[in-house]
């Protein structure tokens, strides 16, 4: 027999286990992984209004009305567009973020920087560590739950992919540890700079090991004869995407094939939000509700 009490403390383990097992995938009681078919949402990556948000002739709250009118249900509201970056806005703009996205149902992704740990000079790296803690408090003071953050752009220093990725990582895991505390997830995008290819961010990745970061896949910095088997392969560490309008075949930007993106999305288990993003010339508020009218269409 099992006491009211013991019986209740153990279905609240229950949950806390549930809530920890990763995302793209559920565990059978025989520990072998099973897909879940995804449930999924369509969100918007604040990138797409970028010139418009830098030149200060629309704001954070302008880009959380236009998801409000279009249907889209979350919003990634990146650091460059918050008052002062690469300070930290002050807790009362960040609030009054947060209070505007909720009074509008308006869910808040991941927030980002621009940082940099390519760097073989430590107090270099240490300053963009502190950038990265320093938003990692933003995102856990807006009920964000990611920060998106970057292994960085080449440096011109001599040394090997190998030796700069092993103090990448380190970083990163530093990083993590400070970010598990608060309850933030480190999404590390692909971006073409330092992890190029799928075998370098799935290297990276496993060197960095740690349950706070996972891959926030960008769909359209794969350079290579096929992306899509590029994007399949590395879809399991997906936390979060960026599902950009166009993809690159080797150098040639061709438009993102939707049909074959939702597949993989679909047939890693993932579950959670799509932020659309939309690049290059043209009217963003209209290639934006283009893009999301194609792939609320797909997502049926």
């Not at 320093?134 to 292994?151: C, N, S, T």
């Not at 996972?214 to 936390?239: C, N, Q, R, W």
Request: charged share 30%.
């Amino acid at each position: 027999m099992i006491s009211r009490r013991s019986f209740a403390g153990r279905l609240s383990m229950a949950g806390l286990a549930a809530a920890t097992v990763p995302g793209t995938v559920l565990q059978k009681r025989d520990n072998k992984p099973v897909k879940e078919s995804g449930h999924l949402k369509i969100s918007l990556n604040a990138f797409s209004f970028n010139d418009l948000l830098l030149a200060r002739k629309i704001t954070i709250d302008d880009v959380l009305d236009f998801c409000a009118r279009t249907g889209i249900e979350g919003v990634d509201l990146t650091g460059y567009y918050f008052p002062g970056y690469p300070e930290a806005p002050s807790d009362e703009y960040i609030y009054h973020v947060k209070k505007k996205a909720f009074r509008l149902g308006i869910d808040l992704g991941c927030t980002g920087v621009r940082n940099d740990f390519t760097w073989a000079d430590a107090e270099k790296r240490k300053a963009e560590k502190k950038l990265v803690r320093d938003w990692i408090m933003v995102a856990h003071k807006l009920g964000a739950p990611g920060l998106r953050i970057f292994a960085g752009t080449l440096s011109k220093e001599p040394y090997t992919w190998d030796e700069r990725a092993k103090w990448i990582a380190e970083d990163i895991r530093e990083c993590a540890e400070f970010a598990g505390k608060y309850g933030v997830m480190l999404a590390y995008q692909n971006h073409f700079d330092f992890a190029k290819t799928a075998e370098e961010v799935e290297k990276l990745i496993k060197m960095i090991d740690h349950e706070w970061v996972g891959l926030m896949l960008d769909v359209g910095s794969y350079h290579s004869p096929d992306p899509y088997k590029d994007i399949a392969a590395t879809a399991k560490y997906a936390i979060t995407w960026q599902m950009k309008e166009k993809v690159f075949v080797n150098d040639t930007q061709v438009e993102t094939d939707y049909e074959k993106i939702i597949e993989i999305v679909r047939n890693c288990g993932y579950r959670g939000y799509l932020p659309l993003e939309t690049l290059g010339a043209g009217d963003p508020y209209k290639k934006v509700e283009a893009l999301y009218k194609k792939v609320k269409a797909i997502l049926g």
